[in-house]
């Protein structure tokens, strides 16, 4: 069923859906070859653009300029309610005549097609520079799906306004380069500025399925470069902690946030020899009980799982009690100190650890995992650990 977003509308209870950089180019294109072309607009014209998703978008001119044979103008970014770092961010397209020509030329241009469009991307657009992406290496990082709607776009206007010829499409978004810092792709190889993205056209508020394919385009990018073992790690504190406790320099690794089980899955997926999964106790205790999404909003059961480890470990019932009272598990590690029993607790969750490990990735790759914490550094690691260090960071302990 159709839908029409006016710079974007609201489909869940309480939620906006937006739209993405893709939809922005497509429709920043469209309008700069009109102009390019000679179609004379307001800048109040608003422009329509039917997304993949087949939702119709009616969104604003922003910055209109012309020239002889070029114009541009930009959209501007709308998030709706998802958190996304390029919300408000101008995405600007510029369509320059390169040539013109006659229909049925006796030297068509190539492909045999009367209208010929090049893409590229200027200021603040990233160039891919590694393999295993969406883009090949050197060219502009403007995904499959966006490069598509841009060019049907450009081409109806060709097709309304009988143009034949060469046309040059450039984007630019100004922001790009600073903004970039901020996101995955200097980790991915792609330099100098951010991605043009989306394979709907639209922006569906907090999405985790967004987060998941990022964590999935890194492990891509890491295989395609030869990586056979990968450190996962949930955040920046497990490369951290890496580093300072073996020295370590150089390894492949990949943050996984919230979702250790969704990375797994996906490293067997890709063929990967191994993985090292290296974590805070706070996360990791979750995943020993065989919680592999360990977001607080499913549920907050660190304490319990202590307190059951430390049970097995001989804890009396007044040490239960107090894991049980613990806010962090910082704190609780003292709880365990205290009692003398944190060698034998950590060894009891380091096991069942391990055994969710290896049966999430069904026994079809070398896992082991790393728990430490920022207080009391390094607490214990799975059987298979030693090796898969030796592996990855080329070191025993």
Not at 34 to 44: D, K, N, T, W, Y
Not at 147 to 157: A, G, T
Not at 267 to 287: N, R, Y
């Amino acid at each position: 069923m159709e839908q029409s977003v006016q710079n974007g509308h609201k489909e869940k209870p309480g939620l906006r859906w937006g739209f993405t950089t893709g939809s922005c180019a497509a429709a920043a294109a469209q309008r700069a070859a009109a102009m390019a072309l000679g179609v004379r607009v307001s800048p109040e014209e608003r422009i329509f653009l039917r997304t993949p998703k087949g939702i119709d978008l009616s969104l604003a001119m922003e910055k209109p300029e012309s020239g002889e044979g070029w114009a541009s103008c930009a959209v501007k970014k709308d998030s709706g309610d998802d958190p996304d770092i390029t919300n408000g961010i101008l995405v600007f397209a510029k369509v320059t005549i390169q040539s013109k020509g006659k229909p049925l030329q006796e030297e068509p241009l190539p492909g045999g097609e009367d209208v010929q469009i090049t893409i590229t991307g200027g200021e603040g657009i990233g160039k891919v520079t590694k393999a295993g992406l969406a883009c090949s290496v050197g060219e502009a990082a403007i995904n499959p799906v966006p490069r598509k709607m841009i060019l049907e776009q450009v081409r109806r206007v060709c097709e309304e306004l009988d143009f034949y010829g060469k046309l040059l499409v450039e984007l630019t978004i100004p922001e790009g380069a600073e903004l970039a810092k901020r996101t995955y792709n200097p980790r991915l190889g792609v330099v100098g500025g951010i991605s043009i993205l989306g394979t709907s056209g639209i922006v569906e508020p907090m999405s985790e399925q967004a987060l998941i394919d990022t964590i999935k385009v890194e492990m891509n990018v890491r295989r395609a470069a030869g990586a056979e073992f990968l450190v996962v790690t949930p955040g920046n504190y497990g490369e951290s902690f890496l580093r300072k406790q073996f020295k370590a320099e150089q390894f492949d690794s990949v943050k996984c946030s919230n979702f250790i089980g969704d990375a797994l899955d996906y490293a067997e997926l890709c063929g990967f020899k191994g993985v090292l999964l290296v974590g805070h106790i706070g996360k990791l205790i979750k995943a020993s009980a065989g919680i592999l999404n360990t977001h607080s909003k499913y549920g907050d059961a660190r304490m319990e799982i202590l307190g059951v480890h430390a049970a097995l470990s001989g804890a009396s019932k007044s040490v239960i009690e107090k894991l049980l009272a613990c806010v962090t598990t910082e704190e609780a590690i003292a709880v365990l100190d205290e009692a003398e029993i944190r060698t034998e607790t950590m060894l009891s969750i380091l096991k069942k650890l391990d055994f969710h490990l290896k049966e999430r990735v069904h026994h079809n790759l070398e896992i082991g995992a790393i728990l430490f914490s920022n207080q009391y550094g390094y607490l214990g690691e799975t059987e298979d650990a030693v090796q898969l260090r030796n592996s990855i960071l080329g070191m025993g302990r």
